[in-house]
């Protein structure tokens, strides 16, 4: 069964920066995608940035030049390194694995960017 567990969040002031990880276990074939998403108070889930098996990623308009997704498949784990945070970013960020019809998802770790 594979889990994820999400690190790395916390309080950071605006033009901060933080870098989340994601830890996987249990075993899984490739290929398959890692994602970031984020929820905020009163809004829905959305997408942040995703990286395939080959590496091809993928990111959200709002955070484009400011985030990046990487991965290391020896440990097991993706990363996003977040650059000059906005109060905007202020949310619960979660870790996705997209198999063909497998959805995994962690439970999340908070962001908070404040002065």
């Known amino acids: 069964q594979v889990q994820l567990v999400e690190s790395g969040g916390g309080l950071v002031q605006p033009g901060g920066s933080l870098r989340l990880s994601c830890a996987r276990s249990g075993s899984i074939f490739r290929p398959y995608t890692m994602g970031w998403y984020r929820q905020a108070p009163g809004k829905q889930r959305e997408l942040v940035a995703r990286?395939?098996?080959?590496?091809?990623?993928t990111y959200a308009d709002s955070v484009k030049g400011r985030f990046t997704i990487s991965r290391d498949n020896a440990k097991s784990t993706v990363y996003l390194q977040m650059n000059s945070l906005e109060p905007e970013d202020t949310a619960l960020y979660y870790c996705?694995?997209?198999?063909?019809?497998?959805?995994?998802w962690g439970k999340g770790t908070q962001v908070t960017v404040s002065s």
């Open positions: 990286i395939t098996s080959s590496g091809t990623t």
């Open positions: 996705n694995l997209k198999r063909f019809d497998m959805d995994y």
